[in-house]
């Protein structure tokens, strides 16, 4: 976040990324200033303030209250001079820069012109207490960039730090950065992989739910591509490197989200463009204040004309804007970061506090998007403990996600119960003896292939059913589908407590929509559709001038989250497209953090405007006061830096929210 009073307002385009690297000096029209801390201790980034500090008391002291005979003339100068050079040069030289670059009027142009003014006609300490509290400013900006970016950056980079790989037929632990393309990782099951690649095993099943939205894990076959995120299920896979680890989806998130301070809010814009046209004018006025009064005032006097002028330009100074505004803007960033709520741009902040409605997708939003097994119903007349104890056992001999859930369901699998003759049926289930009476696990089609008779009409079940039979008879079934969120009930409440309404398009059949959308009191609901046709849904909407907030996943879900006014990607590793075409990202795939990202949308918005109008409000009163000879420096200072002070305190104030 650069801050400067006329910089030109980058092209405001929604999907146009900037490739400045963290904590860089984004140069913008010849004027380049970083505001990242470059790896500085608080006390090294105050130290200059606090030696300039030092000394200006101690002058002020021998000024006022001392009042040594030695501390006059050029010694009183050369002390003041000491004071002012810590916290000052930076400045200048930021000035000379600027103006090398032909960017005369800028805040760094006016501090010091009217710094080494208020040195030109011997008032030392005011202008030391200038610079003084600018630089001050300056800190506690850097301060607050530097936080919200390292909240993003411990937020995106769960990588694993370290990866197993395969070195001449013997494992070998490694920095998962020193990785290098064609190396190949060994994946235990339970481990997330830390890299692109291509999967070297047979097939291996992978948890994809944050990248993909799917509800059942993804299998994988040999020469498919696995990414960085994906979590390994079952036995142990090995996954050739065909992406270098500053090259992956990780990295790219990484790289988008640090970026977002390109994309500037509408408030910010006006502020820059206001800053390039107002500055200049603040200096004609100040030279006008300082030669006109000689043709109509009788005994113009050049000192003090020049001392009014010399307040006029610091109390004109729009650094309280051109400091707080962005600043309110990145802290809103910085706060929603450490949220698991990643924004790609300062806009998005204003555009997301704006929104009317809010449309889901179903499966991986409001959904766990992982199996669970919802209801077993097992036959009065069979043993439900028995029989699903021998599910369980049966299941553990099948690598499909099916056997997780009911694992997770049932515990412990009795390994003691002797089962013979396993026998998996493709695409029907599993089969096997037990004690000599045959087991049957899978689906209708396998009761059927086996003439076995049951009285239950399975079409009208809306979720996964597994079927079991037991010694030729109908034991029971298991359903198994996806779960509501624990938090989805309380997301939809809250957005309609902000008086925001909630769609849900889904591609799920429209029984399960809408037994999940009267669950959660969700306004309209509509399943069944392809991706053209939720973006047809969204059109809809749009139609009628309200505006809308996409919550997806999927690639599926990209041509409708880039049509809608803020694309929100839920599942901060979502598929390449969306991530890259959503405007928000939700890192820890919770719903509840769609109204907390609206709410510290609207939060942002109110700081930002307080933020104006107390400089706006400040500065008029002052400059009244200046004009009429009422106010000296002291007032100056305040009036600016005093008010950038608390318009930037004001703006990390954000970062300590609770949402």
Not at 341 to 352: A, C, E
């Amino acid at each position: 976040m650069e801050k400067c009073c006329n910089t030109t307002p980058e092209k405001e385009t929604k999907r146009h990324q900037h490739n400045h690297s963290e904590g860089d000096g984004h140069d913008h029209d010849g004027h380049d200033h970083s505001h990242d801390s470059g790896g500085q201790t608080i006390f090294q980034m105050f130290l200059p303030a606090i030696i300039s500090f030092v000394v200006l008391l101690l002058g002020i002291a021998f000024d006022n209250y001392i009042k040594p005979t030695w501390f006059t003339g050029w010694v009183r100068l050369v002390w003041f001079l000491a004071a002012y050079i810590p916290v000052g040069f930076p400045v200048l030289k930021d000035a000379y820069k600027s103006i090398i670059k032909g960017d005369v009027f800028s805040e760094f142009f006016l501090m010091s012109i009217a710094t080494i003014g208020a040195f030109a006609i011997g008032e030392y300490p005011e202008g030391v207490a200038v610079m003084l509290f600018y630089a001050v400013g300056e800190v506690f900006q850097s301060m607050a960039v530097t936080r919200a970016k390292g909240n993003i950056k411990a937020l995106l980079d769960q990588r694993p730090d370290e990866v197993t790989i395969i070195e001449n037929n013997q494992p070998k632990t490694m920095k998962a950065k020193e990785t290098k393309v064609g190396n190949i990782i060994q994946l235990k099951p339970g481990e997330k992989l830390a890299l692109d690649g291509e999967l070297l095993s047979d097939s291996a099943s992978f948890n994809t739910a944050a990248l993909t939205g799917e509800s059942k894990p993804d299998t994988k076959n040999k020469g498919e591509v696995v990414l960085a995120g994906m979590i390994n299920m079952n036995s142990i896979a090995l996954v050739k490197v065909t992406t270098a680890y500053e090259d992956s989806k990780l990295s790219k998130i990484l790289e988008l989200v640090q970026n977002a301070t390109a994309q500037k809010a509408p408030t910010e814009l006006f502020i820059r463009k206001f800053a390039k046209v107002y500055t200049p004018i603040v200096v004609l006025l100040a030279i006008g204040i300082t030669f006109l009064p000689y043709f109509f005032v009788s005994d113009y006097q050049f000192r003090d004309w020049l001392y009014r002028a010399l307040i006029f330009l610091v109390i004109s100074c729009p650094c309280a804007l051109v400091i707080s505004i962005p600043l309110g803007y990145f802290g809103g960033i910085g706060a929603a970061s450490r949220n698991g709520i990643l924004f790609k741009g300062s806009n998005f902040l204003d555009s997301i506090a704006e929104i009317q409605n809010v449309v889901m997708d179903k499966t991986g939003t409001m959904t766990e998007g992982v199996f669970k097994v919802q209801e077993v119903s097992i036959s009065s007349e069979f043993n439900k403990d028995e029989i699903m104890q021998l599910v369980n056992l049966l299941e553990s001999k099948s690598t499909h996600p099916v056997a997780t859930a009911i694992h997770n369901y049932v515990g412990d699998i009795n390994y003691s119960i002797p089962m013979e003759n396993v026998e998996e049926i493709a695409g029907h289930g599993l089969k096997a003896t037990v004690n000599g009476k045959e087991l049957l696990v899978g689906n209708f089609k396998l009761m059927d292939k086996f003439n076995i008779s049951y009285d239950i009409n399975h079409a009208n079940i809306v979720y996964t059913l597994i079927a079991v039979a037991y010694d030729k008879k109908f034991a029971g079934y298991i359903t198994i589908a996806d779960s509501i969120k624990a938090d989805a009930k309380e997301t939809v409440d809250n957005l309609h407590k902000m008086g925001v309404k909630a769609t849900m398009l889904s591609g799920d059949k429209g029984t399960v929509v809408k037994y999940v959308a009267d669950q959660l009191g969700i306004d309209n609901a509509f399943g069944d559709l392809l991706p053209e046709d939720k973006v047809n849904k969204v059109k809809e909407i749009k139609a009628k001038n309200q505006t809308v907030a996409f919550v997806g996943d999927g690639v599926n879900d990209a041509p409708v989250v880039a049509l809608s006014d803020v694309g929100i990607a839920m599942g901060g590793l979502g598929s390449d497209a969306t991530i890259e075409t959503a405007d928000v990202v939700i890192q820890d795939d919770k719903p509840s953090k769609i109204p907390m990202a609206i709410n510290i949308g609207k939060k942002t918005k109110k700081i930002v405007w307080q933020n104006i109008i107390l400089a706006f409000a400040v500065k008029a009163v002052v400059l009244v006061l200046g004009a009429g000879g009422l106010a000296t420096m002291w007032e100056a200072v305040f009036a600016d830096v005093g008010v950038a002070l608390l318009a930037i305190l004001n703006a990390v104030r954000i970062q300590r929210m609770k949402f």
